[in-house]
């Protein structure tokens, strides 16, 4: 159980493209989603949370007009790379969390590429 | 703010034992997880501790938390090849379920 798939695995894209990477719990209800970004051989980084039916809470720094998050639904949330530029390439990591615990479980990543 | 520390490298013989330390600041939180990322790939739950235990076993695996210290490790006995990956231990931030990621121990399993 409690696993998340994320779609797509990498994805190519030119420079002032807007690219959608979709997160989803596929057999439990995720209250919350928690999207972060890692830069090769570094850790991940809280880029936002999300709780099903509200806005995103972004962390400092992170542009939430640039990285617009949906989480439209207990099982799907998105994160869309707006206006994409080389410096947003990197692998994009989504984790969920249902009500009554703590632990996240993990996608396997998204790697975007901005040519 | 919340620092969670690890060591980057740790190089072990195939059928030793590894030790990961970590080492973090909130000691409010509930549960403290270690997490293994193999290349490319997300984030696999190994296994966590609740703060009120000393140690946890999961078959290979040894969680010690010393809570007066703020120090927890990780002990993979028998480490195989197939061991090797980065592996993050996280602290949730205060009561919520937000983590704070460790920088991760890259362990490498020599044959």
């Known amino acids: 159980g409690a696993v998340v798939s994320q779609h797509p695995s990498w994805v190519i894209c030119k420079s002032g493209t807007s690219v959608k990477i979709e997160c989803r719990s596929l057999d439990f209800q995720a209250t919350t989603m928690f999207w972060y970004r890692q830069f090769p051989k570094q850790s991940l980084m809280l880029m936002a949370t999300?709780?099903?039916?509200?806005?995103?809470?972004?962390e400092q720094g992170v542009e939430k007009d640039k990285f617009l998050i949906n989480h439209a639904s207990l099982t799907l949330s998105t994160l869309t790379v707006t206006s994409a530029h080389p410096e947003d390439s990197s692998f994009y990591i989504c984790?969920?969390?249902?009500?009554?615990?703590?632990?996240?479980?993990f996608g396997p990543g998204t790697r975007l590429t901005v040519l | 703010g919340e620092d969670v520390e690890q060591s980057l490298f740790l190089s072990v013989r195939e059928g030793d034992s590894s030790v990961i330390n970590c080492t973090y600041t909130d000691s409010s939180s509930t549960y403290l997880y270690w997490y293994k990322q193999e290349p490319g790939a997300g984030l696999q739950l190994l296994t966590y501790i609740f703060s009120n235990m000393d140690m946890k076993q999961d078959q290979r695996l040894t969680v010690l938390l010393n809570k007066k210290d703020k120090h927890l490790s990780l002990r993979i006995a028998d480490t195989q090849t197939g061991d090797s990956a980065i592996y993050f231990c996280a602290s949730p931030r205060g009561t919520g379920n937000q983590f704070y990621f460790g920088t991760g121990t890259s362990l490498t399993v020599i044959p």
């Open positions: 999300s709780n099903e039916g509200s806005k995103a809470t972004y």
């Open positions: 984790s969920a969390s249902w009500s009554y615990t703590d632990t996240q479980y």
